[in-house]
Nanobody, 114 residues
Framework: QALLVESGGGLVQPGGSLRLSCAGS????????LRWYRQAPGKERELVAF????????DYGDTVKGRFTMSRNNRENTLYLQMNSLKPDDTAVYYC???????WGQGTQVTVSS
């Protein structure tokens, strides 16, 4: 069974940092481009970042560009999202996604608050 499992969320103060992880299993992790999405209460799901299968090409949403960095380790089947200079507007449930196989993780909550 193909799975994506996110971890690393939590409560952080504005200006702080968090590193999210997404562990893949049950499929050829290194063959697929991956995305991070987020969804805040009452809002639509928002694409945060994209990375190609080998980690060369990365794209970011305008709201996180310059603050978030996406990376992957295909030997460990793990995707990362380093989030710096966090703002209250970054509060959301963060999901990893393999779009070509429509695979989603269960999400991890990030709350930015003083």
């Amino acid at each position: 069974q193909a799975l994506l499992v996110e971890s690393g969320g939590g409560l952080v103060q504005p200006g702080g940092s968090l590193r999210l992880s997404c562990a893949g299993s049950g499929f050829n992790f290194g063959a697929y481009a991956l995305r991070w999405y987020r969804q805040a209460p009452g809002k639509e799901r928002e694409l945060v970042a994209f990375i190609d299968s080998i980690g060369v090409r990365r794209d970011y949403g305008d709201t996180v560009k310059g603050r978030f960095t996406m990376s992957r380790n295909n030997r460990e089947n793990t995707l990362y999202l380093q989030m710096n200079s966090l703002k209250p507007d970054d509060t959301a449930v963060y999901y990893c996604n393999a779009p070509l196989i429509n695979l989603w993780g269960q999400g991890t909550q990030v709350t930015v608050s003083s």
